[in-house]
């Protein structure tokens, strides 16, 4: 916590994240619903550093003013998940807004799969988001070959062991199934290369389609396919909160 004759007045900041007004984000304050570094702030005038302090509105992160980049693109399929290609196929760079940032994007996604990507100019939260030992959760949209039974299914759901090791999902859920097909969401905290993939053919039902549609708090919604959209204040207080920031 900065001293008081530093900072910023907490009702700016929060009336500059959008939260509210600063006259609402006072009574916000007298209410005790604004959280500082874990402990509740009753009183007006509190100054903070909103780059270096925790603030939460009824326990959700405000983040920080931004310094970085934050988007979200729907991949479509087909479309090589990096900035450049020696061989001329599309890559990411087609779909990004134009800006003078160097964007990257966080974590894997084979050029078969389409659906959520993250990229950004945020150095430590896309390395965080990326890195096995924060275990950030993502989900996919998973059609497959043929009438999976429940045994299947229950097989898929205990967990499998692949040639490089065990995996088991951290949910699973059979939306629907035809004589030809089934249709699952998968959510793993794995980052193996075609980890998805690799489990369905290993009990007999090879994807079909397969997109990403969450990774963490940040969910790809109606966001159409080659588009891409700001992440919202919410997702980024979520995401820095998952991965310790």
Not at 188 to 204: D, K, S, T
Not at 215 to 231: A, C, M
Request: net charge positive; aromatic share 2%.
């Amino acid at each position: 916590m900065v001293e008081e004759t530093e900072g910023v007045r907490l009702q700016k900041v929060l009336a500059a994240a959008g939260i509210a007004s600063r006259r609402a984000s006072e009574i916000m304050i007298d209410k005790g619903r604004v959280e500082v570094n874990g402990k509740v702030v009753t009183e007006q005038g509190m100054r903070v550093d909103p780059e270096r302090d925790k603030i939460r509105v009824d326990g959700s992160r405000i983040p920080p003013p931004r310094r970085h980049i934050y988007v979200v693109l729907n991949k479509p399929r087909g479309v090589v998940a990096t900035l450049e290609d020696p061989e001329g196929r599309p890559t990411l760079s087609d779909y990004l807004p134009r800006t003078r940032e160097r964007l990257f994007h966080v974590g894997r996604l084979d050029t078969e799969t389409e659906g959520l990507i993250i990229l950004t100019n945020d150095g430590e939260l896309g390395h965080r988001l990326s890195h096995p030992s924060y275990e950030v959760r993502k989900t996919y949209m998973v059609e497959v070959a043929g009438n999976m039974d429940n045994k299947t299914f229950r097989r898929l759901e205990k967990g499998l062991r692949l040639e490089d090791g065990p995996v088991k999902p951290d949910k699973l859920k059979l939306v629907s199934r035809t004589e030809t097909r089934s249709l699952l969401n998968v959510t793993l905290h794995e980052g193996r290369n075609r980890i998805v993939r690799r489990m369905m053919e290993a009990v007999g039902h090879p994807v079909d389609r397969l997109s990403r549609i969450g990774i963490g708090p940040v969910r790809l919604g109606q966001l159409p396919v080659g588009q891409t959209r700001d992440i919202t204040p919410e997702e980024l207080g979520a995401l820095m909160d998952l991965v310790g920031l």
